[in-house]
């Protein structure tokens, strides 16, 4: 059973920074589609990037693009989402989510994943 903790959360202020992380553990193949949501009050669930483990390919929401990476440290079992030049607008409950897969391209939409963390929240006040 695949495991997921997210940490990383807090309050910035616009254009400011954070990083969040996602430990995994519990999974004993590396060809995981590791990806980042998250969810607005009021809002559905959306994505935001997603990295495929055995090599690296990442996918983002146009949205964040050219503020957002993420990445991964195989080592430490855990993936990363930097979040530079924040806005109100990235206020949300973000999740990281993983599941079993040959590819990550075509895996967008939450009810692509079948493995969720508990979400650490992100709040950006202007």
């Known amino acids: 059973q695949v495991q997921l903790v997210e940490s990383g959360g807090g309050s910035v202020q616009a254009g400011g920074s954070l990083r969040l992380s996602c430990l995994a553990s519990?999974?004993?193949?590396?060809?995981?589609?590791m990806g980042w949501f998250r969810q607005a009050p009021g809002k559905e669930r959306e994505g935001v990037a997603r990295?495929?483990?055995?090599?690296?390919?990442?996918y983002y929401a146009p949205s964040v693009k050219g503020r957002f990476t993420i990445s991964q440290d195989n080592a430490k079992n855990t993936v990363y989402l930097q979040m530079d030049n924040l806005k109100p607008e990235d206020t949300a409950m973000y999740y990281c989510?993983?599941?079993?897969?040959?590819?990550?391209?075509?895996?967008?939409?939450?009810?692509?994943?079948?493995?969720w963390g508990q979400g650490t929240q992100v709040i950006v006040s202007s």
């Open positions: 519990g999974y004993t193949d590396s060809r995981y589609c």
């Open positions: 989510a993983a599941q079993f897969a040959y590819s990550c391209y075509s895996l967008s939409a939450p009810k692509d994943f079948n493995y």
């Open positions: 990295i495929y483990i055995p090599v690296g390919t990442t």
